[in-house]
């Protein structure tokens, strides 16, 4: 829709066009959120598409992802056996309440300052341990695992006049056996529950529930954890999250299940 | 920017910075474009960019200056249509159309399969392109290439599945809706209406300072409730006026729910208006508030219309909030329900819940009004009620009827929630203030938070039978909530408690029914008027009575259904207009069970946690609308041999046009694309009821009937005097689509129309909706339950209509299919959340959950063969039907499969769930 209060629009090439931002001034990425409802008090957008940022960096220590980079270009990251972790993209991509029109447009980055239950990036940053670069205009940069970044529905760490520049994930990460559970109301909407477990090289164990959540809740075994351990672990987890997406019992209780199947898979895998 | 390969011209004025590029197309005359809800869920908007598809709502249109943007009508003209456009027009994939142009430009760039597999492959795809008319079967046939009509030119009378007129026009988006007018197509100088809303569900307005807004550059007014006339009435609309309650103003100093309109600025642009609207003041005073029929019905509740006389708005009681109420019994209920038990029976009891749910129509409410040259008032407005609208307006403002014309272009979509004044008024207002064409458009937001929803319904249920089954006692306690405004309330609760109960054969019946007030969204139409919530409650409990009695639910059904030569009772037995013109309820169950017991439908999930179950339930509705519903019909053969159908019913994807096309057809010996129609304008026929209560085929075809045989007459009389001239033999001829034949001699028709008087024969028809007929349906579904998550799979759905002769099969079977669909939402998935303090939760597409291709199952449908006298050609009614069913059908199959008994719509994965959970 129109943001009828918008008078300014800017498209920085260079670091030192973007910031500081002005008063007012939002920072457009894809635009699908953005414009997607009523925006009081934006009077002005700050185009990232013209800073050029590659949108997936491959190193040996793991995968920088632009903030502007587009959820079908992440999705659409070659997997290797190297990195098995890197499936996860896809299936992320894939619970996106938005289709594949929307993969087109919509960022990584974007996702993340949404800071929703059901942000699929959030899902999938969280459960690789993925940490969050920050740009400002005079601070030197932050680096926030993304654990620390999203705080709460529609909430985060990003300060104003902050900019999420990007989203790195480990190498040890990517390497590891993954296992991925998502369920909803209907059979693709949007997440009521978005489960991702990780049995790194070194048999450590990481489960992480989102969507069920009002932000994400990391489970962390030294060792892949008995039925039991688990199920002890997710069933405490408090609070789950209460919106038209879903009830909190309803979320505990298939969070509890979706966790051991996602166990079950690792541990046959 | 190049759209459609054309660079825009050199002065086209450049995007703003917060355009999205929906609005810019629109504004560079690419009308074919739609809204459906500007947020990015439903894809009606959706164009090219670069060839590859974006939802242009939430595109930024600045993005698109440097690149090639490809619309529906890029892709192809209604002479020149692109493979995916045929595709969809051979088979209708499409009833309203306004979600087609986004369906098409989906459907002619989708990526390259990935490599998930095919699997599931449409349903993700197009998870992002909501339409609630079709239940997306025939989408998924135009997707596949698979046809389904006849083109006009071929066989098209009664029985050919002959295709809407309005396909090519459709799929190119080129057939005009309620905004899309040219701006050359006005008077000059179009202004726009934004509203401001109530931030409170209860208050006084003290103060309200406009000084600041009306200063605003570009503002032409600001009107506030010292604007308004002092008239009384009620966005309800019916034939009879005084069957909804006088409570409402065009604006009211007294706000009785969010949302409710403050004032209105009428401004240049909407940006303008807007800017403007944050700088009204308004002081309010805080009023006590009731939130829900408990609420409302407690002793000394606020009372939300407690300025109102009751005999002069028709309230029943504004103390209490008591809109309406219905009290009666036959027989005796109590001894009823002590005989069931005496004989060795069993009796049931439960209270059944209701929410609300959204309309859905992908087309939002709006208006454009003007003044023209003989300075009438004129409005153009998405409705299914253009002459009712007339008339309110007139009545409204003081002025003559013929001093306004209201029409409607094709409706996108109405499923009750255009039988409303809700837009008309206010544009009206302001016309008539300001002297200069308005235009006020709804947001989807404002679709779920201030345009009347379902109204919820509570309600609980007492049956008894005999050991053999037979019901001796069957009663029903009915509380609605009307929300904050009486518009049908009083009809809806009328009508829920009439066919539900007078289904059943019964010597004892009670009904005690009442609607009252809240400070909530008002309630209003919704495809069923009331009866679907009531027989949601009674099949439920049926279903519930035949498992205690060990029966076969289809069996309960066949020993209590009412047969030729009962009468039709609820609570009494007064003498009506209703009759068995024609019976097909035995058919229907025998059809739905014996489809059940053959193979099909897909097989149940492996594993341990599905559990699989059967249920079934019926429907009867009276053909048509009671109280009286009137068409007017007029046929013209005008001077190029064509016909001209003038008719005052509304198209909004429920198909009458080709239906009455074909009724000419048929009658004239014609094919479709040799009649031309004009509809749904005050200007056309004398009168129109409306589109609501299933009444385009039954009334308004009956209206179009007795013309075509009016003139059928005229024209073999004028031919055979043509023929022969004096002193002739007079034998009939064969009227066909050229002339008249009369052995190897042909009159024709342009000739016949020269012989009549200006150059054409005229004849006009006209029906009263009485005595009316009875359809009926059946539906069954077979379903899985996933006891560890609530999930419910539907792996077969089988339903069966009894809709007289079925004029266009395809049509017919897919208004249907629509209303399955529309009811598995329902069933399962939809509901507006509102919080305890009257807030809407859910107040966009994303977090309203209406069905998408991927949740809603192949529904085989069947028809009994039945032939209505009553009807045109022998046809019966069958739009709002299909829905009625769908809910208890669904909540008996999940208690067969879990064991649970759901007594509350959505019968949502969460409620499943903690049933099955909590034993």
């Known amino acids: 829709m129109d943001i009828n209060t918008v008078t300014g629009y800017r498209r920085p090439t260079r670091r030192s066009e973007l910031l500081p931002l002005a008063p007012g001034e939002a920072v457009l990425a894809g635009g699908s959120w953005l414009f997607s409802e009523p925006q009081p008090g934006v009077q002005g957008l700050v185009d990232l598409d013209g800073l050029g940022w590659p949108s997936i960096t491959d190193g040996p220590d793991g995968l920088t992802i632009a903030a502007t980079c587009t959820i079908e270009t992440l999705a659409a990251w070659p997997r290797s056996p190297q990195r098995p972790a890197v499936a996860l993209f896809r299936r992320c991509a894939h619970s996106l309440l938005g289709s594949f029109k929307v993969h087109r447009v919509a960022t990584v980055g974007g996702n993340l300052c949404m800071s929703l239950p059901a942000g699929p990036m959030i899902s999938l940053t969280t459960a690789l341990d993925g940490t969050v670069q920050l740009w400002s205009g005079d601070e030197p940069d932050r680096l926030v695992p993304v654990t620390e970044f999203v705080l709460a529905p529609l909430t985060n760490a990003l300060r104003p006049g902050e900019v999420v520049r990007s989203i790195h994930l480990p190498d040890l990460a990517l390497r590891a056996r993954v296992a991925f559970r998502q369920l909803s109301l209907s059979p693709v909407g949007r997440s009521a529950a978005l489960l991702i477990g990780r049995v790194d090289p070194d048999g450590s164990t990481v489960l992480t529930v989102t969507a069920a959540t009002p932000a994400p809740v990391q489970l962390r075994f030294p060792a892949l954890p008995t039925a039991a351990e688990l199920d002890d672990a997710v069933a405490t987890i408090d609070p789950w999250y209460d919106d038209p997406h879903g009830t909190p019992d309803w979320r505990r209780a298939i969070s509890r299940r979706l966790a051991a199947e996602i166990r079950d898979e690792l541990e046959q895998a | ?919």
């Not at chain 2, 006891?787 to 339903?799: A, D, K, M, N």
């Open chain 2, 1 to 919: 920017m190049r759209i459609n390969d054309h660079p825009l011209p050199a002065d086209t004025v450049a995007p703003r910075p917060g355009q999205c590029l929906r609005t810019y197309l629109r504004q560079t005359g690419h009308l074919d474009v739609k809204k459906g809800c500007d947020a990015g869920d439903c894809g009606a908007c959706t164009v090219l960019v670069d060839g590859r598809p974006v939802h242009s709502c939430i595109y930024p249109a600045v993005r698109a200056t440097d690149h090639d943007v490809t619309t529906v009508r890029g892709l192809g003209g209604p002479d020149d249509l692109h493979p995916v456009q045929q595709r969809f027009v051979a088979a209708a994939g499409f009833q309203c159309g306004f979600c087609t142009a986004g369906m098409v430009v989906t459907a002619a760039a989708l990526p390259t399969p990935g490599d998930d597999g095919p699997e599931g492959e449409v349903e993700r795809l197009f998870k992002g392109n909501l339409c609630r008319c079709t239940g997306y079967r025939s989408i998924r046939d135009a997707l596949a290439g698979i046809p389904n009509v006849e083109p006009p030119c071929g066989k098209s009378g009664v029985g050919v599945s002959t295709a809407a007129p309005a396909g090519p026009r459709i799929v190119t988006g080129t057939e005009p809706y309620t905004m899309d007018v040219a701006p050359g197509d006005l008077p000059a100088g179009l202004l726009h209406a934004v509203v401001l809303g109530s931030p409170h569900p209860s208050a006084r307005i003290i103060r309200i300072d406009t000084t600041a807004a009306a200063a605003v550059p570009g503002v032409h007014a600001v009107l506030t409730h010292d604007d308004v006339p002092a008239t009384l009435f009620s966005t309800g609309r019916h034939q009879i006026r005084l069957d909804d309650p006088d409570d409402t103003l065009i604006m009211d100093p007294v706000l009785r729910f969010r949302g409710q309109r403050v004032a209105v600025v009428v401004a240049e642009t909407v940006a303008v208006a807007e800017h403007a609207r944050a700088l009204i003041d308004v002081e309010y005073e805080l009023l006590p508030a009731v939130f829900t029929v408990a609420q409302a019905m407690a002793p000394g509740a606020h009372a939300v219309h407690g300025d109102k006389d009751a005999t002069a708005s028709r309230i029943t009681d504004p103390a209490t909030n008591l809109v309406a109420e219905q009290h009666g019994e036959v027989g005796d209920v109590a001894a009823g329900l002590a005989a069931a038990e005496a004989a060795g029976g069993a009796t049931v009891a439960g209270t059944w819940r209701t929410g609300r749910i959204a309309h859905g129509q992908l087309e939002t409410h709006g208006s454009i009004g003007w003044l023209d040259e003989t300075g009438r008032l004129v409005l153009r407005t998405s409705t299914q009620v253009p002459f009712l609208v007339r008339d309110e307006l007139a009545r409204i403002f003081g002025l003559d009827r013929d001093g306004v014309r209201v029409f409607a272009t094709r409706v996108g979509g109405g499923f009750g929630g255009k039988q409303e004044l809700l837009t008309e008024d206010l544009v009206a207002l302001a016309v008539l203030t300001t002297g200069r064409p308005v235009q006020y458009e709804m947001s989807r937001t404002d679709e779920f938070t201030i345009v009347p929803s379902r109204h919820p319904f509570t309600v609980t249920v007492h049956a008894g039978a005999t050991g053999d089954g037979v019901l001796t006692a069957l009663a029903v306690d009915v509380l609605t909530d009307a929300g904050a405004y009486g518009n049908h309330s009083p009809g809806v609760m009328f009508h829920s408690v009439h066919e539900s109960i007078g289904l059943y054969r019964c010597p004892n019946k009670r009904v005690d029914a009442r609607s009252y007030y809240t400070n909530t969204l008002p309630s209003g139409a919704f495809r069923g008027y009331g009866l679907g919530q009531v027989i949601f409650a009674i099949e439920s409990a049926l279903d519930d009575l035949a498992r205690r009695l060990g029966l076969d639910p289809y069996d309960l059904r066949r020993r209590n259904v009412v047969v030729p030569g009962d009468r039709i009772i609820a609570d009494s037995d007064h003498p009506d207009d209703l009759e068995f013109a024609s019976y097909g309820l035995d058919q229907c169950l025998d059809l739905v069970q014996q489809a059940m017991s053959r193979p099909g439908g897909v097989p149940a999930p492996d594993g341990d946690d599905w559990s699989v179950g059967d249920g079934m339930a019926t429907a009867m509705i009276a053909t048509m609308p009671p109280r009286g519903h009137h068409a007017d019909a007029t046929l013209t053969l005008t001077p190029d041999g064509r016909y001209r159908i003038a008719i005052g019913t509304a198209e909004f994807g429920n198909g009458t046009t080709t239906v009455h096309q074909q009724i000419v057809a048929s009658t004239l010996g014609t094919t479709a694309d040799r009649i031309d129609i004009v509809q749904s304008d005050s200007d056309v026929v004398g009168h129109d009821t409306g589109a609501f209560g299933s009444a385009g085929t039954v009334v308004a075809g009956r209206a179009l009937a007795a013309a075509a045989e009016a003139l059928k007459v005229q024209v073999l009389s004028f031919a055979a005097s043509l023929r022969a001239g004096p002193g002739s033999p007079g034998d009939d001829g064969e009227l066909g689509p050229d002339g008249v034949r009369f052995g190897e001699r042909l009159v024709r028709l342009t000739d016949i129309a020269a012989a009549g008087p200006d150059g054409r024969l005229t004849a006009t028809g006209r029906h009263d909706g009485t005595p009316r007929s009875l359809a009926f349906n059946v539906q069954a579904f077979r379903v899985a339950v996933h006891r560890g998550t609530g999930e419910v799979r539907i792996l077969r759905s089988v339903h069966a209509a009894d809709a007289g002769v079925v004029v266009n099969p395809e049509q017919c079977r897919a208004q249907v299919e629509g209303g399955v669909a529309q009811a598995i939402g329902s069933s399962l998935y939809e509901e507006i959340h509102v919080d305890d303090v009257g807030t809407v939760l859910t107040s966009t597409f994303r977090n309203y959950h209406m069905p998408q291709i991927a949740d809603v199952p192949v529904t085989e449908v069947l028809f009994a063969d039945t032939i209505d006298p009553l009807g045109p050609f022998g046809a019966k009614s069958m739009s709002e039907a299909p829905y009625n069913p769908v809910a208890p059908a669904l909540a008996n199959a999940i208690r067969d499969a879990a064991g649970i008994r759901l007594p509350e719509l959505p019968l949502s994965r969460d409620r499943v769930w903690r049933a099955i959970d909590s034993g």
